[in-house]
């Protein structure tokens, strides 16, 4: 059960943040020539560091090491290496020998282009924050000439004054959503070559899609992994939701946010799976190409002779994408009704907190429909 935003206290300054927020931009004046300065640097530095999956995944956890107050940074940095496997994915062991290669190029447009619009948003947010710390000021007048919403600009007002790294981050999970609802999962084009396809309805029957939280064990200091399957991902309610629940499964487990710091921090991020599990994945090809795949999983390990699981570096197989700019466009003004009962957290969140079963077996449903595909084939 969840509480009504207007019987839940905690909300109220916000609201209020909201409501000054809102006069604010209608009075808003010109920029000094310092703060015209300010606004190029910030779009420079987010477009240089949102090149590629790689430099966006480490522009998350440089900025959380220096600012370990905006949680929704680690909850990002991880995130995004998994839009990164997923990415490499498509070209790896498994997927290219059920998928078509126009397929494969469609689903990647479509991880790329999510990954890319959040960091577009998201970046400019934290640069300012940082700004506002250094010169230990308040600038989040500013966020309006970044075209970030109104909603998050009375949010970083707030946490200026409370420090409330909760409310933060779930008011960025929600904005963030809300902003990849405007500018893509509304986009007819995706919703036709990837998101109402048969493939991506098939990924959510097998389970497929898994937003995995690789941590160290506190006491052994083994490789663990946490988690959360993706229900219904064209739903924007369930994307809030999920994001929520991998928020509380982060943050509200300290071995787990911990042993999750020590692993980001000892494994930077290139995008194969054998960054978190070796002993099944390897960046390079172990077997010859083009030939009949075989069975090579059992319980999460390799079948005596199996060869590992082709799992690439990302910029192995994979360009570097141009992007166009989304149109401004403040998703707030038609959502203001829902949003506050979107930043409340249910009572009992489901925990996920050892997600290896769960992953090893969606690893051999797809491998199970690889051999399918190949005997029906005959190959």
Same mark, same amino acid.
Request: with cysteine; proline share 5%; aromatic share 10%.
């Given at each position: 059960?969840?509480?009504?935003?207007?019987?839940?206290?905690?909300?109220?300054?916000?609201?209020?943040?909201? $409501?000054?927020?809102?006069?604010?931009?209608?009075?808003?004046?010109?920029?000094?020539?310092?703060?015209?300065?300010?606004?190029?640097?910030?779009?420079?530095?987010?477009?240089?560091?949102?090149?590629?999956?790689?430099?966006?995944?480490?522009?998350?956890?440089?900025?959380?090491?220096?600012?370990?107050?905006?949680?929704?940074?680690?909850?990002?940095?991880?995130?995004?290496?998994?839009?990164?496997?997923?990415?490499?994915?498509?070209?790896?062991?498994?997927?290219?020998?059920?998928?078509?290669?126009?397929?494969?190029?469609?689903?990647?447009?479509?991880?790329?282009?999510?990954?890319?619009?959040?960091?577009?948003?998201?970046?400019?947010?934290?640069?300012?924050?940082?700004?506002?710390?250094?010169?230990?000021?308040?600038?989040?007048?500013?966020?309006?000439?970044?075209?970030?919403?109104?909603?998050?600009?009375?949010?970083?007002?707030?946490?200026?004054?409370?420090?409330?790294?909760?409310?933060?981050?779930?008011?960025?999970?929600?904005?963030?959503?809300?902003?990849?609802?405007?500018?893509?999962?509304?986009?007819?084009?995706?919703?036709?070559?990837?998101?109402?396809?048969?493939?991506?309805?098939?990924?959510?029957?097998?389970?497929?899609?898994?937003?995995?939280?690789?941590?160290?064990?506190?006491?052994?200091?083994?490789?663990?992994?946490?988690?959360?399957?993706?229900?219904?991902?064209?739903?924007?309610?369930?994307?809030?939701?999920?994001?929520?629940?991998?928020?509380?499964?982060?943050?509200?487990?300290?071995?787990?946010?911990?042993?999750?710091?020590?692993?980001?921090?000892?494994?930077?991020?290139?995008?194969?799976?054998?960054?978190?599990?070796?002993?099944?994945?390897?960046?390079?090809?172990?077997?010859?190409?083009?030939?009949?795949?075989?069975?090579?999983?059992?319980?999460?390990?390799?079948?005596?002779?199996?060869?590992?699981?082709?799992?690439?570096?990302?910029?192995?197989?994979?360009?570097?994408?141009?992007?166009?700019?989304?149109?401004?466009?403040?998703?707030?003004?038609?959502?203001?009704?829902?949003?506050?009962?979107?930043?409340?957290?249910?009572?009992?969140?489901? $925990?996920?907190?050892?997600?290896?079963?769960?992953?090893?077996?969606?690893?051999?449903?797809?491998?199970?429909?690889?051999? $399918?595909?190949?005997?029906?084939?005959?190959?």
């Amino acid at each position: 059960m969840r509480w009504s935003w207007h019987l839940n206290p905690a909300l109220w300054p916000l609201a209020r943040e909201l $409501a000054k927020a809102k006069e604010t931009r209608q009075a808003a004046n010109s920029l000094t020539k310092t703060e015209q300065d300010m606004i190029a640097e910030i779009r420079h530095k987010t477009l240089a560091s949102n090149a590629d999956n790689l430099d966006r995944t480490s522009a998350y956890l440089t900025f959380f090491r220096k600012h370990p107050e905006v949680h929704w940074a680690f909850l990002a940095h991880l995130v995004s290496r998994n839009a990164g496997w997923s990415m490499t994915d498509l070209r790896g062991e498994l997927l290219p020998r059920l998928l078509p290669v126009k397929v494969q190029h469609d689903y990647f447009s479509f991880l790329e282009r999510g990954n890319w619009l959040i960091f577009h948003d998201a970046y400019p947010q934290l640069l300012l924050y940082e700004e506002s710390v250094k010169r230990q000021t308040n600038l989040f007048h500013l966020l309006a000439r970044l075209d970030v919403s109104l909603f998050m600009q009375a949010v970083w007002n707030h946490f200026w004054k409370t420090g409330d790294s909760k409310l933060l981050s779930i008011s960025l999970i929600v904005n963030e959503q809300h902003y990849l609802e405007t500018h893509m999962m509304s986009d007819e084009a995706y919703r036709n070559t990837v998101v109402e396809t048969l493939p991506f309805a098939l990924q959510e029957v097998l389970r497929l899609n898994l937003i995995l939280l690789p941590y160290r064990g506190q006491e052994d200091g083994a490789l663990r992994l946490a988690g959360e399957p993706v229900f219904h991902f064209a739903s924007l309610t369930e994307r809030i939701e999920l994001g929520k629940r991998l928020y509380s499964l982060l943050f509200g487990d300290t071995p787990i946010k911990e042993g999750a710091m020590r692993w980001a921090g000892d494994k930077p991020h290139t995008g194969s799976r054998k960054d978190f599990w070796p002993h099944l994945f390897h960046d390079l090809r172990e077997t010859t190409p083009g030939e009949p795949y075989r069975k090579r999983l059992g319980n999460c390990q390799l079948l005596p002779g199996g060869k590992r699981l082709y799992s690439p570096a990302l910029r192995q197989v994979w360009k570097q994408v141009r992007h166009e700019l989304p149109k401004a466009v403040d998703w707030y003004p038609a959502k203001k009704g829902v949003v506050m009962r979107q930043l409340v957290l249910a009572r009992n969140q489901p $925990a996920f907190s050892r997600a290896e079963e769960a992953y090893c077996q969606a690893l051999e449903k797809i491998e199970l429909a690889v051999l $399918a595909k190949g005997r029906l084939l005959g190959t």
